[in-house]
């Protein structure tokens, strides 16, 4: 079992977002830096497997890649990429139409990479792909706890309850945490995620936790474009203090969690997870 040198058990996150284009890699980023912060050490696992992004805006470049740890050419801790602030990033590859889909030994080969990892971390964020493929739901199923990112544009919200419908009827899943980005202000973010809540209510029998906004700034557009997270470039932003207190209130949270990351390990295996009592 994987665990943070016998001191604990390792907090596995997936963010998730309906569609592409709400910002999601640029969540996983700042969080990260975020989380690193508060002292603790954090691993991002770029799980859009086939077209990496991770890496682009960290400008980081990588020499070996997920790909390299499934064909068996690199362990985990070699394709490991120092990112900023002490964040580890495994990178994804680019253009690889076959890695969009994990098949079962895949599933095995990186769970197997995860067992022999002997690193010490506390955090394992998941920068799933956009959308509702069976890697997004597989790597969703897998983590402790999902973030589903969305944003107040109609097709976003949409997206984000179709995500969740999936997630929901076909693997059970019930507990979703929801981030609202580029929005006016609290308001607005609030609204939006009353509205995804009202439609999950009518329909689905699942639970959403309100975890936080990040506010439209044009601050953030150029943190992108400079490949840095923007909670460097602009530290005193309202973008990165929303970002700030929503890595506290992940890290302090003790609700309900599916296991630990030795469950993760384990679903990487079934892609679906085991029942679960209610």
């Not at 999936?166 to 006016?184: A, D, H, K, P």
């Not at 689905?204 to 923007?230: C, E, H, M, T, W």
């Not at 949270?253 to 630990?260: A, F, T």
Request: hydrophobic share 45%; proline share 4%.
């Amino acid at each position: 079992m994987l665990k943070k040198n016998g001191k604990g058990q390792v907090k596995t996150l997936a963010v998730a977002s309906g569609k592409g284009g709400v910002g999601k890699t640029n969540v996983v980023i700042n969080l990260a830096v975020a989380a690193s912060r508060l002292g603790k050490k954090v691993i991002i696992l770029d799980a859009d497997l086939g077209l990496s992004n991770v890496d682009v805006m960290l400008q980081l470049a990588p020499r070996y890649n997920i790909q390299h740890v499934l064909s068996g050419e690199k362990s985990l801790a070699e394709i490991m990429a120092d990112g900023p602030h002490g964040i580890k990033v495994l990178p994804a590859s680019s253009g690889v139409q076959e890695l969009t889909s994990l098949d079962e030994f895949q599933r095995l080969k990186i769970m197997e990479e995860f067992d022999a990892y002997t690193g010490d971390f506390d955090l394992l964020i998941i920068d799933t792909a956009a959308g509702i493929s069976e890697n997004v739901a597989f790597f969703c199923v897998a983590a402790q706890e999902t973030v589903i990112v969305t944003s107040p544009e109609p097709t976003a919200l949409t997206d984000a309850y179709a995500l969740i419908k999936v997630l929901f009827t076909r693997y059970q899943e019930r507990e979703f945490s929801i981030m609202v980005n580029s929005v006016r202000g609290p308001e607005e973010a609030y609204d939006v995620f009353k509205r995804l809540m009202m439609v999950t209510g009518k329909f689905l029998n699942v639970s959403l936790n309100y975890l936080g906004y990040i506010p439209f700034d044009g601050s953030i557009r150029k943190a992108v474009r400079a490949q840095r997270p923007f909670i460097d470039m602009f530290p005193s932003s309202d973008a990165s203090r929303q970002v700030c207190g929503m890595a506290e209130k992940i890290m302090e949270s003790n609700g309900k969690v599916k296991g630990s990351l030795q469950f993760f390990l384990g679903n990487m295996i079934s892609g679906t997870g085991p029942a679960r009592c209610k």
